[in-house]
């Protein structure tokens, strides 16, 4: 059985974390090198205990060993940077001639404008948004095969985006006035000595945030686009709304949109069937029977994501439910599978086993 | 200082148990029976020992002391009892002489068919439907002050009602396509011994439930579409979607809606003065300044409702944002307030101190 | 009916705010200054929403007004300073005439060297500890009337000393061995920006900390050892030992020890007795039924203390257990009572209603 | 690679569903029957959705498939059942001729009378007590090999014997006068439809229950006194103090006991290395470094118990802590780490990865 050296730059964030957790009892992968500038000398177990004598890797910083040597000595490194950070790191990476999977938003458009507006940057390296291939494995199989460069999409962009590709692929649903509310874990704002994310004011609360303008909305309305037909990324232009909830681990999103004419029959079954058909081959999409509602518990730690749809005939409005870990699906272990279609692995490799149970 | 006595049918659930709560801090206000018939014999802070020495009350069955004799020597008796009890008990109470503000679902509709159709009950008094009052004293105070019989709106319909009302009485937004998402604390779900509220299911644990034909969907419609001008009910038809979230009370409501031609000139400034300027009065409605947002810790176990609103151009929709506590402005405390409308003591008695702090 | 007027320093912080919180309550307190470096200019319900239209006091800085002015038109001023801070401002307040509740450790203490190596701080007012009153009106109401300065208890000694007290002071327990591990919600930790106290860290979480040499435990051990009739604080040395639960208020206390031969018929129903014979009189301790143990939950929100007693004859040892919120009788609402044992009011007053229900 | 025919009676108990979850993992094991009577033909994924593709085995009843038919299929049955249930089911499977892991407190006594009077039951077979290996492999390892039916230990028992074994068995503790005062996350009630336990009950509660003559106690009781040389299982009466905290899944003990005087040169270095230096061999227990203190997070869906210990001059005491998951080390994974010494598998199999992370 063959096996990759993987590094992970950025290993002690809630994202980098995951990625050590999951890729720990990956059986085709050893770590090279796990970065941490913060912590670099220590044992990556001295700051997740829960990880002591499962991974005591030391930590060691990009100043002491640099990207070029990363890079040389990994078959792949998976980059958990902040925007504007990926951007000038994973080039060099790149160079060094390893493949590159990153979790921010840098690589992830493919038009210079939209990230340059979301995110209020410039782009260092703007050739490589063509290069770089959207880690979702359901949509970019083929093209994650041999990329060098896999952009893994955003947590809100993966769940809104697999329930509404079957429908926006199939013209069943208006392009116009989708709306997709949403919420959180609290992982989800990252690993911060921050006030608004204590436990007091977080306990008992919750509240909607970014509620106009969120970057992980221009990102999903591009996709959305691409996926009904635009190959400009401007046709879909959805209302997205993310809210904070009381848990760590999480994520789900609830969908509004309506039939077209070619979905003039529609019927809540009917809506289940073409999702059911969609991803009847897709071992991490689950679509629920009829009457079982995604809950985000039943997604914690594992690389799945349920998903199921209503239509409510009174308004005319379809609604899709999908949850996701935020963290699983929507961040470090959809990049698992996605170094697996890399690396020609199969694809449940280190992920067939449901982490978490009761 | 004039006094009432007040009774409270079915105090041991938890709309029940905080009524008891509200009104034991009322100056104006004396308990003469609080009923149970799971309890009777005990005293009240048996069965909530954070209540042992503030209300230690004998709890008594309807069995021993009739509906008749309550009604009697009771200024107002409140009614937290289930729909389709209610519609029995209440005209009882009424026949007394009592006035009477009721929890359930039985007097809200104006329509017998929506009532009969949501509930999937024959209502055997359909009379009193005229003469209900809807308790919701910010849009029908005159109509409650001299009522006999109020009744207290569901807890959707009043996070949905408050921030919608001021758009739909100007004609600012549209009738159709309104979304309403809304997400609750488990005491919505009142106090049963069910394993789908047990701790260890509902502890990180997020999902959507009643996402098609949620019986306060027709509630809503009915009031929106009287607030819109149309005293048919009919006009208004939202899509309504209710989660279920890990917190004890609170409730969160996130609404979508279009601006119409006369609000062609929307924007975020404009939509928070039309909220402002319509509750400018209401000591319970407190709008939000531009950028704060409602979070349901803030009117934790108050009668307080926080709104606010934004404009997203990109997409053309209007955001209302929404948060009270599920049991105060949405049950208990609201029946409260009402209580003060209709006794013409100073609305804020005994609601004027907020309840909860840090 | 006469009024005070009361500045509170340090208004921000947790224990601040539910100082606040409470005294908005209170009929016969005004607020002359709230007081913060940090926020000073804003408005308190800027801080915290959840006062937005009850406690709009806009938020004044030492700097501004120095604590001679805050003295002098004070009648009380409570400080929520960190220990260190305490020593060095409340002599000044003193100075100015007004009386004081301190907050902090540095008046607790009669015995400076225990107060020094337990602070690791020199006391620049050493003359203070004398004159200093310990705020808890159960054990010393007399002294608390006429005294210029209370220091409010810890919360962890608190929940310790008024078990104990009964036993102790009878001489029904040995005061060697005595054991208290006790469990505090995560405002006890403090308004802090600090990762160790995030809601990813703490949910699911739960632990020992400070496990040998908390300054709690001298406090304790001076306090208990009062109370055990040694005038040096001596006698008593418990071993304590405090963790950290992932809820938002409040703290129990499970105490074990051992009866003395003047106990030697020691029973379960005999140590609720002693309890409940001690506090009979005593509004804010409830002493519950046999049976019935404390929950945090029961007393979150008031300054209710709940206490219970049982004894385990296989081992010898009587248990007691009690529960209080840590902000509130463990803090801001003791002070409130003491507060009110200063000034002559009804030592209930401000304090009557329960504040938190369901 | 060989494997194994298991099958789970009670498979739908918190206990029996991760049995499930952790076998579903187990390369050696393959599922023969999960039984549950009251779910029978469903499949189990439809009983705990998070398992949906991953475990669909269909359930079947005894009444179906009798005992004798589960015995003789099965190498291993492990029984999740009620005491006083599986002292009437274990003899039958053990006649049918498979092994036996049970995880009530049926087969954990050698002593009938303390079995009966804990139990408040008759033994039907009391033959078997003295056949029945207690099943904590740290402790009987050799015993476990060969056995034809193991007991799982209590959770509350696991993290009290661990910690204390090593000190017990060289007589470096007291035997008289210790203390474990231990909280065990809500999963430990089971999966019940009771209001106590119902999230509205238990989200921001703390409490202590079970405060004298927890069964639990004399199994502790029982268990140290063999480890202390007395095979009577006598000597040692600890008093044990459980409490409920609002988390999933977890426990930790917090106990104190005193140094004998062949310990007289006790210091909390000393202690750590008692700890470290009789674990050094077990993958499962982790002493922890210095001044790092166990917690139920980093335990959490794992096999590990993570303990320490500190000593209090000035009291006297040594303080030993440890946390496990109540569902893992405490129940449902320790019956995977026993499985693998009856079978001959490496200790780890299917225990080795971690299975939580962040």
């Not at 700051?47 to 005591?56: E, K, L, N, S, T």
């Not at 902040?82 to 493949?99: D, E, F, I, M, T």
């Not at 039939?259 to 003039?264: K, L, V």
């Amino acid at each position: 059985m063959n096996t990759i050296k993987v590094s992970i730059v950025g290993s002690t964030g809630y994202v980098g974390a995951e990625l050590v957790h999951g890729f720990s009892g990956h059986p085709q992968v050893e770590f090279k090198y796990l970065t941490s500038e913060t912590f670099k000398g220590k044992k990556f177990s001295d700051i997740y205990p829960v990880f002591r004598g499962v991974v005591d890797n030391t930590l060691v910083s990009t100043e002491e060993v640099s990207y070029d040597v990363i890079g040389k000595e990994s078959d792949l490194v998976i980059t958990a940077l902040p925007h504007g950070v990926s951007s000038k790191v994973v080039p060099q990476l790149l160079a060094a001639g390893c493949r590159v999977i990153d979790h921010s938003g840098d690589f992830r458009y493919k038009d210079l404008k939209t990230y340059e507006k979301s995110y209020k940057l410039d782009h260092p390296h703007p050739e490589l948004l063509e290069q770089a291939v959207y880690g979702l494995p359901e949509l970019y199989r083929e093209q994650i095969k041999d990329c060098s460069l896999a952009a893994n999409p955003g947590c809100y962009p993966t769940c809104s985006i697999i329930p509404l590709t079957p429908f926006l692929k199939a013209g069943l649903i208006e392009k116009e006035g989708i709306i997709i509310d949403a919420t959180s874990g609290v992982t989800g704002a990252g690993r911060k000595e921050k006030l608004e994310y204590s436990f007091c004011e977080l306990d008992e609360s919750f509240k909607p945030y970014g509620t106009v303008g969120h970057r992980h909305n221009t990102e999903i309305n591009e996709q959305l686009s691409f996926q009904a037909g635009d190959g400009e990324g401007k046709a879909v232009k959805a209302a997205f709304t993310p809210h904070l909830a009381p848990f760590k681990r999480g994520m789900l999103a609830s969908i509004y949109c309506r039939p077209t004419a070619a979905f003039a029959d529609v019927t809540g079954e009917k809506v289940l069937e073409v999702l059911t058909k969609y991803y009847e081959n897709e071992k991490f999409v689950r679509v629920l029977p009829k009457g079982v509602m995604p809950d985000v518990k039943n997604v914690n730690g594992s690389n799945y994501i349920d998903i199921t749809g209503v239509y409510d005939e009174d308004t005319g409005y379809i609604k899709l439910f999908s949850a996701q870990d935020n963290l699983g699906k929507g961040a470090a272990l959809q990049a698992i599978q996605t170094c697996n279609v890399m690396f020609g692995f199969p694809e449940e490799t280190g992920l067939g086993t449901l982490t978490r149970g009761v």
